[in-house]
């Protein structure tokens, strides 16, 4: 497997937001940001290394200081989730 992107970087550089299409994205109402909680995880939490791409990296980093418990909420979000999925697939 080749780790080498084939986006048209200049290309992608060069647009506009009015290029970029979000037709398929809800908008993020009132409602949404006052029920949006951070979660972050349990301080009893173990250390592991996990590899990571630069750039999902780089825009964690960007966020500030607490990069590393960002992505581990991140994580634990995204694990929850597919528990609930793979949860409703049995009960179907």
Known sequence: ????????????????DDDIGTSDIPPLTDDFFEKAQ????EASAGTVSVSVDFE???WFQSKGDA????MAAALKIYAEA???VIGERRSA
Do not use: V
């Open 1 to 16: 497997m080749s780790n080498t992107s084939k986006t048209d970087w200049t290309r992608i550089d060069a647009m506009s």
């Open 38 to 41: 951070l979660r972050m995880p």
């Open 56 to 58: 999902t990296l780089a």
């Open 67 to 70: 990069a590393e418990q960002h």
């Open 82 to 84: 597919q528990r609930n």
